[in-house]
């Protein structure tokens, strides 16, 4: 999936999480459903979290650029494959509107 600059990526409503040494738990409350996030995807997640309003992937890369010290290409692009991975399982959304699968959990 091509997502333009623009996209507002956002925390889906049904999402709560807490945080731990090694990252943070996701409970998606309508499906039941616990996630763990590693301390990167973690950093990743506060970052949207902290923003009720949606960031796009430069805002959430700038926001990581403080945290990491790799090069910002490389950094943009494990950041997109990390939005991707929680787009699939349903924890966030773009603009708004969920895009998750109807996979099972745990499944392909």
Sequence with gaps: ????NNTIW???PDVRSTYTEDGAVLLDIKKGV???LNPTAARVWGTIEGNSQ?????????AMERHFP???QQLAG?????LQKLLHMGLIQLNGHSRS????PGGS
Aim: charged share 15%.
């Design 101 to 104: 699968s109807d996979a099972p």
């Design 1 to 4: 999936m091509t997502l333009g």
């Design 54 to 62: 949606g960031l796009t992937l430069e805002s959430i890369v700038n």
């Design 34 to 36: 616990c996630y763990g």
């Design 10 to 12: 956002m925390i889906s």
């Design 78 to 82: 494990d950041t997109a494959e990390c």
């Design 70 to 72: 790799v090069p910002r």
